[in-house]
């Protein structure tokens, strides 16, 4: 026994033995391709050490997991396919890992800080009657995580007390872990009944584009209420397409109705950290800015000076937005 419990011993990030550490990470993908955040996670889940493990729950999800296999560092994949996780339910995929984690005991259960991991991970915690640690932008030690606070005013640093850590990461915060130079094998995940009479699953509606997914395009141009109307974010679409980038939006240009909401950027929205946001008609306010200000570069355009936005902006444009944004466009 004491010599296994040598054997697991690793050198982590931190120079110290990261000793008896293993990780879950439970995959997001969509059967065939993986949702970019996961790699997000699989980069947080070795800042642990010890053990990886690669949870991918689906209908028939092998292209996902073999994609994942050839990730470096992982130990396994587990596989569970099964009609129960149409939709990647929480109700469903709750069970599942519960039994995963009773059958390998894991330190650490990890998931991205998306709609999927949000919805799935507070549920996995209370089964477990732990405290679940959202929204993790560093990782101090195997116990001890950073995290955003005050709509990102603030940084918290908290020590996890409790036996099994239960988290979700920021996936802009997190390098993605290429999926190369790995070989790891695949294992089927604990059989079970998952189905849940909790909820069913009937179907859902994508918003199909040919531009960048917000989350992890290296451009973003965003339009808000200056806009005036859903009509007139074809100049941001415009401008968008010249620079090859996806569309974001402020929460009052959705409330408004101007655009879906899955392009609401911002502390209730997608958190953003492109190589370049340009923020069209914008004010700033820092439910917005929480989604956005870890961007690279951040370019604004407003016609009032005192706008919030030009205290986080590296170029502010003062301008009124329906002259300056079809020049720039034109320009480009
Ligand atoms: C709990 C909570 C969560 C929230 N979450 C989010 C969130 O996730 N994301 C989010 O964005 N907001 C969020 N909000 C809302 C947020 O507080 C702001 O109301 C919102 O961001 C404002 O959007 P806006 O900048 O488009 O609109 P406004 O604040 O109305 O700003 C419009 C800007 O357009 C400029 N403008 C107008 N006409 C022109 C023109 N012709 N040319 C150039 N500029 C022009 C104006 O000068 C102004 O600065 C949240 C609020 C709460 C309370």
Not at 16 to 39: D, G, K, M
Not at 172 to 191: K, M, Q, R
Not at 200 to 222: C, H, M, N, Y
Not at 266 to 293: E, R, W
Request: proline letters at 5%.
């Amino acid at each position: 026994m004491f010599a296994n419990c040598l054997k697991s011993a690793r050198h982590n990030k931190f120079g110290s033995l990261a000793r008896f550490e293993s990780t879950l990470v439970i995959a997001e993908h969509n059967n065939e391709t993986l949702t970019p955040i996961t790699q997000a996670v699989l980069s947080a889940a070795k800042k642990i050490g010890g053990d990886i493990t690669v949870l991918v729950a689906g209908t028939k999800c092998g292209p996902a997991a073999a994609a994942l296999c050839k990730a470096n560092g992982i130990s396994k994949v587990l596989v569970a396919e099964s009609d129960a996780f149409k939709g990647f339910t929480p109700e469903s995929m709750t069970p599942l890992i519960l039994a995963t984690h009773k059958q390998f005991n894991f330190s650490h259960i990890m998931a991205g800080g998306s709609a999927f991991g949000k919805a799935l991970i507070p549920r996995v915690a209370a089964k477990l009657d732990v405290s679940p640690v959202s929204d993790v932008i560093n990782i101090k030690s195997s116990d001890t995580f950073v995290r955003p606070i005050y709509a990102g005013n603030a940084l918290q640093t908290v020590k996890v007390k409790d036996s099994i850590k239960v988290v979700t990461v920021r996936g802009t915060s997190f390098e993605a872990l290429p999926l190369e130079g790995g070989n790891a094998s695949t294992e089927p995940a604990p059989a079970g009944e998952y189905k849940s009479n909790l909820i069913e699953f009937i179907k859902q509606e994508l918003s199909k584009s040919d531009r960048p997914e917000l989350t992890s395009a290296s451009v973003v141009v965003s339009g808000g209420r200056g806009l005036k109307s859903g009509d007139n974010f074809k100049l941001i679409y415009s401008l968008a397409d010249k620079l090859n980038a996806a569309v974001g939006a402020s929460r009052a240009a959705v409330d408004a109705g101007y655009v879906p909401n899955d392009m609401q950027v911002g502390q209730t929205g997608k958190i953003v950290a492109p190589d370049l946001y340009i923020a069209v008609g914008i004010s700033g306010a820092i439910q917005h800015l929480a989604g956005m200000k870890d961007s690279k570069t951040i370019v604004a355009i407003n016609k009032d000076p005192e706008a919030p936005i030009f205290q986080v902006a590296d170029y502010g444009l003062v301008a009124d937005l329906f002259k300056a944004v079809p020049e720039l466009t034109d320009k480009l």
